[in-house]
């Protein structure tokens, strides 16, 4: 079992930044790939980011790239979600996710494609 703990998340207006921690514990040696994802009220699951457990390299949606950084704190086992630029429509709860499927050469960010799960955190980004 992976546990997921998401901090990070609050109030801010449009342009502003905030960044989201997402602390991992239990059989972490078992995460291929961390991801984030959110979610806006009435709406699906989307994906915004993943980054590789070993190595750190990153992927990105579009709409989020170039404006959003995740990186990994190998100390403290956490990943992270910078988030600049922050626009109305970044309003969602987000979530972390561990992905332990090794060896996958692509890129995974379908919501069934990863194991275990957050609690997610509200952002909220008023115009």
């Known amino acids: 079992q992976v546990q997921l703990v998401e901090s990070g998340g609050g109030l801010v207006q449009a342009g502003a930044s905030l960044r989201l921690s997402c602390a991992t514990s239990?059989?972490?040696?078992?995460?291929?790939?961390m991801g984030w994802f959110r979610q806006a009220p009435g709406k699906e699951r989307e994906f915004v980011g993943a980054?590789?457990?070993?190595?750190?390299?990153?992927y990105y949606a579009d709409n989020v790239k170039g404006r959003f950084t995740i990186s990994k704190d190998n100390t403290k086992n956490t990943v992270y979600l910078q988030m600049n630029s922050l626009k109305p429509e970044d309003t969602a709860v987000y979530y972390c996710?561990?992905?332990?499927?090794?060896?996958?050469?692509?890129?995974?960010?379908?919501?069934?494609?990863?194991?275990?799960w957050g609690q997610g955190t509200q952002v909220t980004v008023s115009s």
């Open positions: 996710a561990a992905d332990g499927a090794f060896g996958s050469t692509v890129w995974r960010t379908r919501p069934y494609n990863y194991d275990y």
């Open positions: 980054i590789r457990w070993i190595g750190g390299t990153t």
């Open positions: 239990g059989r972490t040696f078992s995460i291929y790939a």
